[in-house]
């Protein structure tokens, strides 16, 4: 099994988001062997559902994000693919856990957009937005993932 974990601060907007996409490309896609799941480097959400704004993008979409919530990325974990929304997640990625033994990278690597930083729409409000960027993103890094991994597709 391959692990994948989208990390971004509060674990509660950007992150649940990649997390709930990616199950359902992986999904659509009839890709198994691919686990994902998201974290945050912040603490004060855990425990919390997605952000109502996620909630509501992936609701418009019809993705389902059923039983998610907030979690801590931690020195134990052990992930063989990190997958960061931010250059400020892989700073405290790597401040938590700096002898990583997965692959780091920032999710907007996998896009053809010429930003390299997804906004944090927490801040920004920009939900729409976000998801089209992490939308964007998924099949470029299920289609590294498979390749990398030496995963079929069905």
């Known amino acids: 099994m391959v692990t994948v974990a989208f990390v971004c601060l509060g674990n509660i907007c950007r992150s649940p988001m990649a997390e709930a996409i990616m199950r359902q490309r992986l999904k659509d896609r009839g890709i198994e062997g691919i686990e994902v799941q998201s974290r945050g480097t912040g603490r004060w959400n855990l425990g919390e559902p997605p952000h109502p704004g996620t909630q509501d993008i992936l609701d418009e979409h019809d993705v389902p994000y059923d039983g998610m919530i907030s979690e801590l990325f931690t020195a134990d974990d052990d992930f063989d ?37 997804v906004p944090d729409p927490y801040y920004t409000n920009n939900f729409e937005g976000v998801y089209e960027m992490v939308q964007s993103s998924c099949d470029n890094l299920i289609d590294f993932i498979v390749k990398d991994a030496n995963l079929g597709e069905e």
């Open 81 to 117: 693919y990190i997958i960061a929304m931010d250059q400020s997640n892989v700073d405290n990625i790597r401040q938590i856990n700096p002898n990583l033994q997965g692959q780091l990278f920032k999710l907007l690597e996998f896009s053809n957009m010429e930003e390299t930083d």
